[in-house]
């Protein structure tokens, strides 16, 4: 497996808070992703990254920004949480699209806003 | 635009029977499909994929799935059943190339196992 890890792993906080999701690879993946997960919706994609500075939108980008530094490091900041950003976020690596678009996920970051 | 569907959400089978799972994909081209699994908690992990060639792929802990393309499918099998793949499990396809390697996701389908 590839080597994702995400932290927190849970968070707790209120509304109106910022908030930073990390997530770091060890594989030298050029291509990263942030989804969330809700029942009923399956997997929706945040944001993601193609490369060190390159990012663009998924299909649930509204109040979610993320930078990408490094190309181990993608973060996913919530600038201002509201309660409907409770929910369970997973951070992906992939190398490519076509026949290399298998994506690796981290273990996910449980985040509750009250 | 891409989609897939999973048309069932929740699925019950007894331990030692055999499973399917449906997934039907929207895509104008040859599309590359995958299968995840995920346990209570946890992230996903790669079941299976599906490139070209051979249309009956095997994949991690005895499962195997058939593309057809006249059918737009990729139905997930296993023979029998253990207590242990009762998990959510996702269909995805792959995007077009110009969209940064990006997997479309199904809804998910539950599976639960009785003993």
């Known amino acids: 497996d590839a080597g994702i890890?995400?932290?927190?792993?849970?968070?707790?906080t209120e509304t109106g808070t910022p908030v930073t999701l990390r997530c770091h690879q060890t594989e030298n993946h050029r291509y990263m992703y942030w989804y969330r997960q809700d029942?009923?919706?399956?997997?929706?994609l945040i944001h993601y990254s193609y490369g060190v500075k390159d990012t663009?939108?998924?299909e649930v980008s509204d109040g979610y920004s993320v930078s990408r530094s490094k190309t181990e490091d993608f973060l996913l900041t919530?600038?201002?949480a509201t309660s409907s950003q409770t929910s369970v976020y997973f951070c992906a690596t992939g190398m490519g699209f076509g026949g290399m678009a298998e994506q690796f996920f981290g273990p996910g970051t449980r985040l509750t806003v009250l | 635009a891409q989609s897939v569907t999973q048309p069932d959400i929740h699925i019950t089978v007894s331990e030692g029977a055999s499973l399917e799972l449906r997934c039907n994909y929207s895509y104008g081209a040859t599309p590359y499909l995958f299968w995840y699994v995920q346990s209570p908690g946890q992230g996903l992990q790669l079941l299976l994929k599906y490139f070209s060639g051979d249309t009956l792929v095997q994949g991690i802990k005895g499962f195997e799935a058939e593309f057809k393309r006249s059918q737009s499918s990729f139905n997930l099998r296993k023979p029998s059943v253990h207590w242990s793949d009762a998990a959510e499990y996702f269909c995805a396809v792959g995007a077009d190339y110009n969209q940064g390697g990006k997997l479309i996701f199904g809804?998910?389908?539950e599976l639960s196992v009785k003993p």
């Open chain 1, 39 to 44: 029942p009923g919706h399956g997997l929706r």
């Open chain 1, 56 to 58: 663009d939108k998924g």
């Open chain 2, 107 to 109: 809804q998910g389908t």
């Open chain 1, 78 to 80: 919530l600038e201002s």
């Open chain 1, 5 to 12: 890890t995400q932290s927190p792993r849970h968070k707790v």
